[in-house]
């Protein structure tokens, strides 16, 4: 893990953060987690996002301009289940790292999280082995000659019945609650996490 | 129509006589203006226009008429199609000379004068939609069927020197005309009438202290000519070079890149932060040597300090830049801040003193008084706009400013536009008009937005909206290659 270092281009890295990068890594097929995969994934979850906020807190000090930075969580961080322990952990973290930072960054800098769920799509997060693994798991029929997008499609369908929606969710829903949070529409919130997850009941907050 | 090819040091020649051998009259225009719009030198981006008289059928009448197919507002030569260009009625334009002779007041900046421009709609050919230049006049009133008006540096150079008449005699003798400054519109355009009528054989004019207009009666001639007086004002002061004593001589000495960097990552955000509080800026940095040969030089400060001639420079670099007196060999970061601050308290006195001297009653409100181009020795120039390609163009317009600047101090002794003469410009109510015409800001405008994880899912959809919203996006993704495919994806 290193730091981002401004090269080339010092002008860049203006006024708004935006960080979508994250990792999962699958768990063996009988459910543990190999040693490396817990610091993989806490440090592209959580020690990632926290040192860019740290280079960029250094940028937005110096222009002395309002700007705003978004993570992209999960809703994992907030609903327990089994199964992926190492990816939910970091996700929790990243939360709280995201209350902190609005903390530390304020008034000049807001930062607020956007939870996805399921976003299947188009997503390196699911990639074929991990859909599969994920279809075995609900016992949703499948076939091994499907192509990778028929099966995220199925996969999909099986989680938005889940939502209180029951429509599954898309990169561009992210997308639309991440230029919100960015903006000056929504200038007075910070810390806050806003969960783009379909509805899901277990993530309330109370 | 000559088919020979003909060489030249200081502009590109592209004609190409088979292709268009195969156009009509508007498309050779198109053709023409293209040519010369694509050559730095020749002329600035946005600036110059190019005309045609060309007979057309009326579509009421069904019968032959001159109509006048003009480069229009907005838009620029290297990329005008059709759509660029406004059509004019030519007997309209010239019975417009009884509505303004019948003023009681006439001249250059009268009322009068901005109220033709209100006409020009009333002569329009065939319900084209384009907007007509202010400089259309330019091209009405002289007699040549095809008239091509350009900013060369090269010609700039000769047309902001003290003895810019008499320079205009000794590079082109009795074939180019000289007329000083006046503001562009349907006065100038009498003003080039006048001149044909008294001399006949001119083949164009140097605009003191704005550019070159030239004219013939065939297209292919015109454009050739365009070349030659704009190469031979080059040759005329390549041969004049002052090589290491150009602007002076050296003061300072470039930094090297990394100390530049060091210093760079520091003052730029902090700069940033400084032009922005009205407004927020985006800045383009050069540190090329021909921008340092100038701002290291010894005539930096005079010569900034004077300003820039053409008006197209101005509108975007305003009339001067700011220089840091900064020793690059000898200064340090805390001490460069200082100057900088210093520097922008005094230049936005001066900037609101220069308002308030010029203003008229009828004037619109002083708009920012900050800098949009800062020179810092050993260091290079940073020029800012609204976004990333404005301070782009600002930058090259500030380019251009130096190399005018070097001709004509190689040639004699540059000068600067009287400064009410700029004010007029850049005050100037049509411009207001203009700039009121243009579309709202999208939310993101004048931003900067950097996206982590921009090369795929949702990283790359929101880069995407960011850039949509008006935006400047930086793209980063641990692979560079997918971070790169996302941000050459434009909507």
Request: aromatic share 8%.
């Amino acid at each position: 893990m290193r730091r981002p270092r401004p090269e080339g281009s010092p002008a860049d890295g203006g006024h708004h953060l935006v960080i979508t990068a994250g990792i999962y890594v699958s768990p063996r097929p009988d459910g543990t987690i190999p040693d490396d995969a817990w610091g993989l994934t806490f440090d592209v979850n959580v020690i990632g996002p926290a040192l860019v906020a740290d280079e960029a807190r250094k940028i937005f000090q110096a222009q002395g301009l309002r700007g705003s930075m978004v993570v992209t969580t999960s809703v994992n961080g907030m609903v327990s289940k089994k199964g992926s322990l190492a990816y939910d952990a970091s996700k929790a973290a990243a939360n709280h790292l995201v209350r902190e930072l609005a903390v530390e960054l304020a008034p000049l800098v807001r930062v607020n999280a956007v939870a996805p769920a399921t976003v299947v799509a188009g997503s390196s997060m699911f990639p074929r082995d991990r859909v599969i693994a994920s279809l075995s798991k609900y016992n949703i029929a499948f076939e091994e000659s499907e192509s990778t997008e028929s099966l995220r499609d199925k996969l999909a369908r099986f989680y938005a019945e889940r939502t209180l929606t029951k429509v599954p969710i898309l990169p561009a829903d992210q997308a639309e609650a991440i230029v919100f949070l960015t903006g000056d529409k929504a200038a007075k919130t910070t810390g806050q996490v806003l969960a783009v997850d379909g509805g899901l009941v277990e993530a309330f907050v109370r | 129509m000559s088919t020979v090819e003909k060489r030249y040091a200081h502009v590109t020649y592209a004609w190409d006589a088979q292709r268009a051998a195969k156009m009509n009259g508007l498309q050779t225009l198109i053709f023409r203006s293209n040519l010369l719009g694509d050559d730095g030198r020749i002329t600035n981006t946005g600036g110059g226009n190019t005309s045609s008289k060309l007979l057309e059928t009326d579509p009421l009448t069904g019968e032959q008429v001159e109509v006048l197919w003009v480069k229009g507002s907005g838009g620029d030569l290297r990329t005008s199609t059709a759509e660029n260009f406004s059509s004019l009625y030519m007997s309209k334009l010239v019975d417009l000379q009884q509505i303004y002779a019948a003023a009681p007041a006439r001249g250059a900046k009268t009322p009068i004068e901005d109220k033709m421009v209100s006409y020009y709609p009333h002569c329009t050919f065939n319900l084209n939609p384009r907007a007509s230049s202010i400089d259309t006049p330019l091209h009405a009133f002289v007699p040549w069927k095809h008239v091509d008006h350009t900013h060369p540096n090269s010609v700039i150079s000769v047309a902001a020197t003290r003895r810019s008449e008499q320079l205009t005699r000794e590079i082109y003798g009795d074939e180019i005309a000289w007329t000083p400054w006046m503001r562009p519109g349907f006065e100038l355009g009498l003003t080039l009438q006048r001149l044909w009528e008294k001399q006949p054989q001119l083949k164009g004019v140097i605009l003191g202290q704005h550019g070159l207009l030239n004219g013939a009666h065939d297209q292919y001639e015109c454009y050739e000519l365009s070349l030659d007086l704009i190469d031979k004002a080059a040759r005329f002061i390549e041969a004049r070079d002052r090589g290491d004593q150009t602007f002076g001589g050296q003061k300072y000495q470039s930094l090297d890149e990394s100390k530049r960097n060091a210093i760079l990552e520091q003052l730029l955000p902090w700069l940033r932060g400084e032009l922005s509080r009205q407004q927020r800026m985006v800045g383009t940095l050069q540190t090329d040597a021909t921008m340092l040969r100038f701002v290291n030089s010894q005539d930096a400060p005079r010569l900034a300090e004077l300003g820039t001639s053409c008006p197209d420079h101005f509108l975007r670099t305003k009339i001067k830049p700011m220089y840091v007196p900064w020793n690059p060999q000898s200064g340090d970061f805390a001490g460069l801040k200082q100057l900088i601050l210093s520097g922008l308290e005094q230049y936005r006195k001066d900037y609101a003193a220069y308002y308030e001297r010029c203003k008229h009653a009828d004037s619109p409100a002083m708009r920012g008084a900050d800098p949009t181009v800062i020179l810092i020795p050993g260091i290079g120039m940073i020029a800012w706009g609204k976004t990333k390609s404005e301070s782009r163009v600002t930058a090259e317009f500030y380019n251009c400013a130096v190399e005018v600047m070097r001709g004509a101090e190689a040639i004699d002794e540059y000068i600067a536009l009287p400064e009410q003469e700029a004010f007029d410009i850049e005050y100037w109510l049509l411009e207001e008009a203009k700039l009121k015409r243009m579309p709202p800001e999208k939310p993101y405008a004048r931003r900067v937005v950097m996206v982590v994880g921009a090369g795929s899912g949702i990283g790359k959809e929101v880069a995407h909206r960011f850039a949509n919203e008006g935006a400047h996006v930086v793209c980063a993704d641990l692979d560079p290659k997918a971070a790169q495919q996302t941000a050459d994806i434009t909507s």
